[in-house]
């Protein structure tokens, strides 16, 4: 699976991140309000098809069936309007630019978009089962009406299409129809079906193992997103569940001659003589998703002209551990730092496209991304430019868009968090650090930068030192050497290397890295580090920024729990993690 950070994904293709303040005095979260509208909606509705006369009819042939159906009816519609919208990452990155000037909690609720997207995801898949379910169970009720024969009123009432019109409530016409013919033979039935099997497979290849070893498979059945919306819009265009009209509620009331149905006399001249008359209920599916299938219809187009843009890729480096960089330039480019972007590259796959974390800088005249050997595409392009002999292959490029890394300069104090090939973001960070000490800007905000890295590996540090070498010579040179501090976690090694560290434990620099900072053979102590930074900055609001897997994001989530004040003017940690 490719990957510009090591991370735990959540929706390859659709890029995006995840932000979390303090556990102390963050604002109303949007789940909450979505969890509310939910359970609005569901009782709402559950209540009006439970209680309202002109569903009388309907009710005494399906029972509380009725209500469990329409009522997941609705949620299913209100959240198959969600559902796009997170994903939809030009809208996410022009919506954090309008929130700049906001409050940092407000723009942070942005990059809960993954996490929305999946909550909802899951929300229709439990909504989908009770609409089954119900409607499962509906059928079985409309087949026993059809059968009766006791003149009870679901017996009458499955018998009114004998008497010819559209005076009919039961769709089963007949003794010798199934409840499987309607399933697969209706437009309600078959588009149920076929709606179920797109959404099981969406979710069943969403599961971390699928994605992290099978990726093309998530990949391609993810775009069932569109056979699920097109039998969406017409699964209730057939309108085989109805209720009483209105006007013949003004003329038979349920209320006063239901009675009359099952003992109507041959004679009979009073005013509930009048057979009931029945009108289906409209389909409304449309209405709810027709505005965000625009958008996101809008938003694919966008991607793709982008992504015709001609990219020409300047520079190709082959790093140890395998690490392939690209630098590019394009026409119009421009970027902030921690941002990400989407490749294709046409001769693997015309369809593929993977999200890769910028590593260059803002102030650069191109823009790079490092990626790692992880999966089958990322072994494929690799290969493909390493194999390169006279003409390079094309790549095309979709982005760059917003993540929580762009405010990284908005706090006073800042703790990077790599780990492995995830050190990327934090690069285009370092570098336009170190482009900033260049050109002595004084509008820099951030006054401290502490920075750790852990790797498996000593050939995942190669690449990066430079970087860190020349940041280490530019501050000093500055007078800002206490500006960043950077701690090197070494979580895999053996014997050969502690022996070779241990005979050079006392030269000036580095035995593994080179560096004036040594190496730390294991894992960090969480609890010491964010104890160090809160009593150096007792008053600080600190920015924690991770890319890495969801073991590491826990520990420094409950960190920035642990460690921030209760108290508004003392210490504040703020947690942010990429995702993809």
């Not at 097109?230 to 009209?245: E, Y």
């Not at 520990?555 to 003392?570: G, I, V, Y």
């Amino acid at each position: 699976m490719p990957s510009a950070c090591t991370r735990t994904p959540v929706l390859w293709g659709e890029g995006g991140v995840l932000g979390q303040g303090p556990s102390r005095g963050h604002g109303f979260p949007p789940q909450a309000a979505w969890l509310g509208i939910n359970i609005f909606l569901f009782t709402y509705y559950f209540l009006f098809f439970d209680r309202d006369e002109r569903y009388f009819y309907t009710r005494a042939i399906l029972g509380s069936a009725l209500a469990w159906a329409r009522a997941s009816a609705k949620c299913l519609n209100f959240n198959s309007m969600l559902i796009l919208l997170p994903v939809c990452r030009n809208l996410l990155s022009f919506l954090r630019g309008t929130c700049s000037c906001c409050r940092r909690t407000l723009r942070k609720q942005l990059d809960h978009n993954l996490t929305f997207h999946k909550l909802v995801a899951y929300a229709l898949a439990l909504l989908t089962a009770v609409h089954t379910i119900a409607h499962l169970f509906n059928l079985e009720r409309y087949n026993h009406g059809q059968q009766a024969t006791d003149g009870s009123l679901p017996a009458v009432l499955s018998k009114m299409h004998l008497q010819g019109g559209d005076k009919w409530l039961n769709p089963i016409h007949s003794n010798q129809t199934t409840v499987e013919y309607v399933a697969f033979t209706t437009i309600p039935g078959l588009t149920g079906v076929i709606i179920t099997l797109a959404l099981i497979l969406m979710v069943t290849s969403s599961t971390e193992f699928i994605r992290r070893n099978y990726f093309e498979v998530f990949w391609y059945t993810h775009h069932l997103f569109l056979i699920y919306f097109a039998g969406l819009v017409i699964h209730g265009i057939a309108g085989l569940v109805r209720g009483q009209t209105e006007e013949s509620m003004e003329e038979v009331h349920p209320h006063h001659c239901a009675q009359y149905l099952t003992h109507k006399d041959e004679d009979c001249s009073h005013n509930c003589c009048k057979d009931p008359e029945f009108g289906s209920i409209p389909a409304e599916s449309w209405k709810w998703v027709l505005a965000p299938l625009i958008l996101y219809a809008f938003e694919r187009i966008l991607r793709v002209w982008r992504a015709r843009q001609k990219v020409v890729v300047t520079k190709v480096v082959m790093h140890p551990a395998r690490v392939l960089e690209l630098q590019m330039q394009k026409k119009g480019f421009r970027m902030e730092v921690g941002q990400y972007i989407f490749v294709n590259c046409p001769a693997i796959s015309l369809l593929e496209w993977h999200p890769f974390t910028l590593t260059s800088a803002p102030e650069e005249d191109f823009f790079s991304i490092h990626i790692r050997a992880a999966g089958d595409w990322t072994e494929r392009l690799i290969d493909t430019f390493q194999q390169q002999k006279t003409e390079m292959p094309r790549i095309e490029v979709d982005g760059p868009f917003g993540t929580a890394s762009e405010d990284v300069f908005q706090y006073e104090v800042a703790m990077l968090v790599g780990a492995g090939i995830g050190v990327t973001p934090f690069a285009s960070i370092l570098k336009s650090v170190w482009y900033k000490f260049q050109q002595a800007d004084q509008t820099l905000k951030t006054k401290k930068i502490y920075f750790y890295w852990l790797c498996r590996d000593t050939g995942a540090f190669a690449w990066f030192n430079d970087l860190l070498a020349s940041l280490e010579q530019k501050m000093a040179e500055s007078g800002k050497a206490d500006f960043l501090t950077y701690r090197l976690f070494l979580t895999g090694w053996d014997t050969s290397i502690a022996n070779n560290v241990a005979l050079r434990f006392d030269t000036a620099t580095d035995t593994v890295t080179g560096l004036r900072h040594k190496t730390i053979f294991g894992r960090p102590m969480w609890n010491s580090e964010f104890a160090a930074v809160a009593a150096a900055h007792p008053r600080s609001v600190v920015g924690v920024f991770l890319c890495g897997p969801g073991a590491l994001a826990k520990s420094l989530q409950k960190s920035c729990h642990q460690h921030s004040s209760l108290d508004p003017r003392k210490v504040k940690f703020y947690f942010n993690k990429e995702n993809f």
